[in-house]
């Protein structure tokens, strides 16, 4: 691991204070690193036996081998664990700079178990790791928290990552915070970290990546630099982020509500949004992750409220999703957020999902402590996201996540009220998990939900489906232009589907293929450590070649585009398989009943309909292309010692769950 | 004519790219810790803000005048001042006279390492995505800054003009 690498998997036991370290060569032949060797570290040790919450419960992050390198975009921190959320595998993925700072305090991956008595934080000083005493920071915000350590420990330079009050309250969907505005927030890691009474990661690197042929790899940087900013879209993200094109989601019906919104703000006479309108009167800076020319994030400085980072699904949810039009509320939300530590996402749908119930007259004000969740009711969307995170009242139900919401309300709402339904029918979730608010009534969307790695889409996006359905609403745009994001968006489908029709929205097919593209592409950059914005992921042209031309550079040895598409592919079967024995089979890879055969309400795509054996036969096709078995939707023997995971096969043959030799 | 990196702070976003271009090229790692060009960062109440620092150049270098066995020359092409690696000591004046913090001594080298404009080429400048960085002429530093100051009148005017016309409307 002379190079790439920092070389050392560092492990934590909490609960007696152990620290050991494990060479990283154990893994990073087959498992490469970041996700990769974070799924089998799970697989290895956290079974079905073990709950979230328990010590044998592990959570692991990891960078990857172009972590903290010139690469594009060489950020990321991917983080795994048993999910509270789901019970499946929990899984988060953040930017920020403390992906790059931990390798260059020579780890690859950190796995933490156990659970400490009193709260704790984890310090690493390169070489040297200390578990200390955090009793004087529980209870602080995650901006509070990394300022107190820097002082603590009197070196500015320090990166941490922490958890606010709501993963010390285990809010199931608590996130874990990096810097300033980066949050792995989704499936509750937050609260597995606050479980083990672990407040914060502080790390301080200086020993740098080390690089087989230096000059070489610069110059496979300086190609993968230009590639990424002579992209189309690079201009748009590079300049005003997603935030336009995330308001146009909304326009179109692609967003928000999961359509069950039918009616939608729009652009002004000028083209304008309410959210370029407030980044002019608020923005300060875009500012981007280390090591990324894309910088996608704007900063805003709002008096009163304060100061928050903001991209891309941080703008439609608490606004649209929850049908509020007050910018400054939504601002004080993301803030809260933010602050506080809790997935701004989870909590919009299930808000949502409130609110739908309370229109729908199935539920009262009585039922949430007396607060009507009437659609963008300050009370309701900041009231109970207050609530949630101390989990006060019916807050304490929102923490559990949403099975739990749904068995305290079919307790209390008599069933008639009901109509003889459980409240989870309303529910926009996948395995519990909130759904990101793209409106699974289109087919691609809803493959990729269905058949997430974490129950929910954004790893397996369908992105190029997004140009075509937005481009009608998109006003800064002529019939030209429109014309130009349309044949553009069928092209890039047909490249990776094969199949001419593969972007339309109406047929079904080449759905299978995009999905399946995306999630082999995201498995990459999350192996190797860098952001999946650069990709196919979001118009951005960087292939499974670029990564494999900068490893190759960077290790001295030759490695494939085909290989890491193989070793993607492996990693989805290793996951797959881990879910297949935590009880996943093909009736958990759905969506929510209500959404089939129930025409889209508004936009251009107003009728479009997902039906629902056209949907289980993507499915069919979906385990066919990975070779899983169709009626259980698991991996073959086949399948399996093909990658590699023949140990593998043999424990889901020990269960019962081979289906098929 | 000699020519100088500028910093565009507005333009800055704290990426690092600067950093790992220079250590890479000079140091053949990808090390911030051993970049002649720096970041800083402060993370202020959800806020980031970012200053690149690096060498100006002095005209009258501290570094150069504090060696005590004149290790610093300046290179007659580039303008850069270049520490003489055979004879630097490690002694840290330098360090110590520099008033930016933009001459450190290398931990594993032992001696001081500073920016040399990578020989009339910077790889900062040209691996910054946002321009915040650039290689001017010395002698233009100041009529760009001159030019920069009109640009915001300019600016200042059209803002004036069109809320004028909206007082008449």
Redesign the interface.
Known sequence: MAYLYGGTILRIDVTDQEITRVPTSKYAKQYIGGRGINARILYEEVGPEVKPFDPENLIAFGNGPLS???FSG?SRTDMMAKSPVTNLIGNANMGG?WS?ELK?AGYDNIVIKGISEKPVYIYIDNDDVEIRDASHLWGKDT?ET??LIREELAD?EIKVICIGPAGENRVVFASIQS???DSGARTGMGAVLGSKNVKAIAVRG??????AD?DK??EV??EI?DTV?SAEFYDEV?KIGVMDSEYSYVLSGYEAGGDAHKTAPNFDAEGKTEFRKFWDKFG????????????CME?Y?VPQI????ISCELYPQLTWEVRNNDMMLWYKCV?TC??FGIDNTSMAITLAWLMELYEEGIITAEDTDGVPMEWGSKDAILGMLQKTIHREGFGNYLADGMDAVAQRLDEIVPEKRRRGKSTKYWAMQVNNNPMYGINPRFNGMALAYAIGRRSDLIGDYDAFQSEVLYAPVYPHWSDKDKQHAVEHAYKEAERISGLKDAGDPNSYNGKVQIVSWIGIVTGITDMVGTCKWHTDWLFLPLMPEHFAKALSAGLGQEITGEDLIKASLMLRNLERSYEALHGRTRKHDTIPEKEFNNPVSRGPWKGLVLEKDKFEKMKDEYYSLRGWDLKNGIPTRKTLEDCGLKDVAESLKKQGLLHVE | MNYLITVDL?KC?????CE??C???NM???????SRIRIV????????Y?IPTLCQQCETPMCMEMCPIGAIERNADTGALIVDEERCIGCRRCVNACPYGAIVVD?DTHIASKCTLCDGEP?CV??C??DALEYVRADRISIKKRRESIDKFLEYQKVLASSSVEREE
Not at chain 1, 284 to 295: E, L, N
Not at chain 1, 306 to 309: D, E, H, P, R
């Open positions: 903290g390198t010139l060489s700079n790059a260059y901006y990394p300022k500015p810097c300033v505005g200086t020993k740098g990546v080390k690089i230096p790899f610069l940087c300086r630099h900013k590079s300060y800076k875009r500012s981007g992750c280390f090591g990324c020319p894309v910088h900063n400085r304060g100061n928050t980072v803030n933010h602050r | 507005d976003t704290g990426c690092h790219i790992l271009a250590s890479l090229y053949k790692e990808c090390n911030p810790e051993k960062r402060s993370e202020i109440d959800g806020l980031i970012t931990p790889k040209e691996f995505p946002k």
